[in-house]
């Protein structure tokens, strides 16, 4: 078997934040063409890991390594032009933009990445649009849209700059279940067809359970599990993190 191509490799990350370690120690290894998710109860250290790896925070402790080379310390710009994207929380667009224009700002930061050929530009904007199910809303002002169509927005941004790693942190918040399950097909096929990887940060169990190659399962801002989906489910380190939790996993 070949050897798996490492996206990301992130070793022992940790942020302090004045009193609080949010975030202690953490490992993780991303490789090509996988979907990973990072699942833990709230306050866990998600998004903190999410901001530690996409350079929007600096780490207290650790390393970062992205296609290779070091990002240790990074800021943003600098690591997505090696290929890391992210979406956050809250959906991110500019809001009295069209569709249209928003998706092309994201295919912006791949082409001067040199991702993104400008003169593939168009296509990668249409591809990101269509892949969304966005094509009837392709001149609409972005704030007019309803809520399941702006998450999705945010996601054709991101893939619109075609990184090789996408981070989606908590993209299914507020779609209906039609949505995620598209959703969720759209993700197979960047995996499929785009050869990406996803790290998914994603509170509806039953989506990461299904999507997900492996799963790393924080708690008080330590990694205590990894494995794949059924692995995690049967484990009584990640139970009892989620115990008293309204999560069922
Ligand atoms: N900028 C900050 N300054 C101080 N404390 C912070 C900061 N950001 C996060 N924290 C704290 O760090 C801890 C981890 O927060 P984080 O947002 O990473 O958790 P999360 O797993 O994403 O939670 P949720 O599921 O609610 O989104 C929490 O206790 C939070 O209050
Ligand atoms: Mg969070």
């Known amino acids: 078997m070949a050897e798996k191509n490492t996206l990301l490799s992130g070793r022992n990350l940790s942020k302090q934040f004045k009193g609080l370690l949010a975030v202690s120690g953490v490992d993780i290894d991303i490789h090509q063409g996988?979907?990973?998710?990072?699942?833990?109860?709230?306050?866990a250290g998600k998004s903190t890991t999410f901001n530690l790896l996409s350079g929007f925070l600096p780490p207290t402790t650790g390393q970062l390594t992205i296609g290779g080379a070091d990002m240790t310390g990074a800021m943003p710009e600098r690591?997505?032009?090696?290929?890391?994207?992210?979406?956050?929380?809250h959906s991110s667009y500019l809001p009295t933009m069209t569709v249209e224009d928003n998706v092309l700002i994201g295919a912006l930061g791949?082409?001067?990445?040199g991702r993104v050929a400008r003169a593939g530009q168009a296509e990668v904007i249409r591809q990101a649009i269509d892949l969304f199910g966005l094509a009837e809303q392709r001149n609409s002002?972005?704030?007019?849209?309803?809520h399941g169509l702006q998450r999705l927005l945010s996601m054709a941004?991101?893939?619109?700059?075609?990184?090789?790693?996408?981070?989606?942190?908590?993209?299914?918040?507020?779609?209906?279940?039609?949505?995620?399950a598209e959703t969720?097909?759209?993700y197979r096929r960047l995996k499929s067809e785009f050869g990406m990887s996803i790290l998914l940060v994603e509170h509806n169990m039953r989506a990461v359970m299904s999507?997900?190659?492996?799963?790393?399962?924080?708690?008080?801002?330590?990694?205590?599990?990894?494995?794949?989906?059924?692995?995690?489910k049967s484990s009584e380190a990640v139970l009892k993190a989620y115990l008293g939790e309204a999560h069922d996993i």
Do not use: M, W
Request: hydrophobic share 40%.
């Open 79 to 89: 690591i997505s032009a090696q290929g890391l994207v992210r979406t956050f929380q």
């Open 110 to 113: 791949g082409t001067r990445s």
């Open 211 to 232: 999507i997900c190659d492996r799963i790393y399962v924080l708690h008080h801002g330590e990694i205590i599990f990894t494995g794949t989906p059924d692995e995690v």
């Open 141 to 146: 002002i972005a704030k007019n849209l309803p």
């Open 184 to 186: 969720l097909k759209v």
């Open 34 to 43: 996988e979907i990973v998710g990072l699942i833990g109860p709230n306050g």
């Open 157 to 180: 941004i991101a893939f619109a700059a075609r990184p090789s790693l996408i981070c989606y942190d908590e993209p299914l918040t507020g779609l209906n279940q039609t949505e995620v």
